[in-house]
């Protein structure tokens, strides 16, 4: 059976909260400039509508859902993320401030890679970034091999070496002799809980 969404319509024939696509697709096909998301909560559905279009536009739509967790993340911290993309190979990785979603730092795209080569690296960007403005606030990632690679010093992808991932590797090979120079501070890096807490402020958007 398929899952209860709810659709928000900002913009369209009719504006509100639709229970089915069906009634959604009424009040935005062929309608010049509609504005609508989907969403998996009742809930999220409401605080969107109550909030503008271009706050979700482009972005998941359980981003923020951690606010109204009973659980919360821990702030101030930094989350960070990464995207691949498999049609044209590139990788990009960037943190953001966990409450804002303030852009912190963004790095690629590079040629090729892997998502957690991205995460991993993103990771280390977060905790250099930390240490030159003389911070240290709790980093959250979703992913568990970059989080195990940054612990044990050592990323252990399985990408080939090549022109293309020459930069790459080289990054990975700065990030590890940082890792291998610098102690880290239990529970400094976190496993985002995305089931709990919706999607990485950090997320590209790009699912």
Known sequence: MPKQKYYVVWKGRKTG???SWAECEKQVK?????????????????AAYLAKYDDYKGKPSSVGRWKNASHKPKLPSICVDSAYNGKTGKLEYRGVNTFTGEEIFKAGPYPEGTNNIGEFLAIVHALTWQAKHNMNIPIYSDSENAISWVYTGECKTKLKHSAKTAVLFALIRSAENWLA?????ENKILKWDT???GENPADFGRK
């Open 181 to 185: 120079e610098n102690q880290l501070p």
């Open 30 to 46: 062929g309608f010049v400039g509609a504005q609508y998301k989907a969403f998996e909560k009742e809930s999220e559905a409401e």
């Open 195 to 197: 089931k709990l807490w």
């Open 17 to 19: 909260i639709f229970t």
